[in-house]
């Protein structure tokens, strides 16, 4: 069964490579995001929900853009 095509805001959908749900052994799933920025790919910390994943997500953007 393939999943539905999600709708990705349209200020960060074309640095997203993935988007991932984990989970550790006795602990909550969280959300994370690996995303690349010219040519490189980081990974955004777990986050509770995929709002607060996707505003790490543009606050990491941000200061990765203002250092250079």
């Known amino acids: 069964m393939m ?3 999600v709708q990705l805001p349209k200020d960060v959908e074309d ?3 993935g988007i991932w749900r ?4 006795g602990e909550p799933r969280l959300w994370c995001i690996t995303y690349c920025y010219e040519g490189y ?3 955004v910390s777990g986050a509770k929900t995929l709002n607060s994943a996707l505003n ?3 606050k990491s953007i941000k200061k990765l853009k203002a250092s250079k």
Request: a positive charge; zero cysteines.
């Open 15 to 17: 640095y997203i490579i």
């Open 56 to 58: 790490k997500l543009r």
């Open 3 to 5: 999943a539905d095509k």
């Open 22 to 25: 984990f989970r550790e052994v």
């Open 41 to 43: 790919y980081y990974d």
